[in-house]
């Protein structure tokens, strides 16, 4: 039986290391959250006092962590995984983090002869327990076939982006696109709804005509139009406000470090800041609604 580590047990990574129990691998977890480490003792899996227990002799390393900072600080420096490690596991790091950060981790790995991938994801907590993630990943094909039934127990689509760091460049990307349609799709449903408009039947004009896209789709914002969506439940939970910021952050540092030209995403960039200084930080991303209604 295939032994996985994983490290980092939050919104994401609890439902995703569920799903690897599931499909019957044995699974040691850590995190620094007991709460968290508990549902998955309780569904199961082994549980350890330290991130190198849970990284020692086991044939794979799943991380999810939130930012750039804490992967540097749990695989480099001394006291990091790399320098105390034992084994030769496959590392799969699941965080969002800066392109630059997932090449110089890879590259510190490559160094102590283990193989990575950068592997950021998509599809939101919902798809984390539907075991329907995108995986978006970066590093050599090969090493991505001995993954690959890793993250075939956790999502639906798997994509290779090229090499260590494209991952993120793509989920970047990504999510800087998703800002800029969900800020857009709540200025549209608002603007109806101030000028008389239901906003379900808005939606659903929009949603069989030339605006339609993903928001509208699957995650209306508009509270009352959608039953599953994090609108229904006054935004709680899904992918909060904060994270968006983050990953917009990380999308205008590679805009500079490439001399793109960002003019939408920095937009986008500047509605969700202020959204969050308004106190909704906490809230799913799809709470920018808030911003465009009447004071």
């Not at 510190?108 to 991938?117: P, T, V």
């Not at 339609?212 to 509270?223: F, G, I, K, M, S």
Request: overall charge negative; charged content about 20%.
């Amino acid at each position: 039986m295939k032994s996985v580590g994983f490290i980092g047990l939050g919104h994401m990574g609890a439902p995703m290391a569920l799903n690897i129990l599931k499909a019957d691998f044995k699974l040691k977890v850590f995190d620094l959250n007991p709460s968290a480490v508990r549902t998955l003792s309780d569904a199961g899996a082994t549980t350890v006092s330290s991130a190198l227990e849970a990284a020692n002799d086991v044939d794979v390393l799943i991380t999810m962590l939130p930012s750039s900072p804490h992967v540097k600080q749990l695989y480099l420096g001394e006291d990091g995984l790399f320098e105390n490690i034992s084994g030769q596991p496959l590392i799969i790091d699941c965080s969002t983090i800066a392109p630059d950060a997932a090449k110089e981790v890879a590259e510190a790995a490559k160094r102590r002869g283990l193989e990575m991938l950068d592997a950021p994801v998509s599809g939101g907590v919902a798809g984390a327990s539907a075991g329907t993630l995108t995986f978006i990943i970066g590093g050599k094909s090969e090493a991505l076939e001995k993954g690959r039934p890793f993250f075939e127990c956790m999502g639906k689509n798997i994509f290779h982006a090229g090499g260590n760091g494209a991952g993120q460049v793509a989920k970047i990307c990504n999510n800087m696109l998703l800002a800029v349609l969900m800020a857009g799709t709540a200025e549209a449903l608002q603007l109806g709804v101030n000028n008389g408009l239901d906003p379900k039947v808005l939606s659903d004009i929009m949603n069989k005509s030339s605006g339609n896209n993903w928001c509208l789709d699957v995650y209306n914002p508009y509270p009352g139009v959608m039953d599953n969506a994090p609108a229904a439940r006054d935004y709680d939970g899904g992918f909060l406000v904060d994270l968006m910021n983050k990953d917009l952050g990380l999308a205008a540092e590679a805009m500079l470090s490439s001399k793109s030209s960002t003019p939408l995403g920095s937009l986008a960039k500047s509605l969700y800041a202020l959204h969050a200084s308004k106190g909704h930080g906490g809230l799913d991303f799809s709470s920018i609604q808030k911003l465009f209604q009447p004071e």
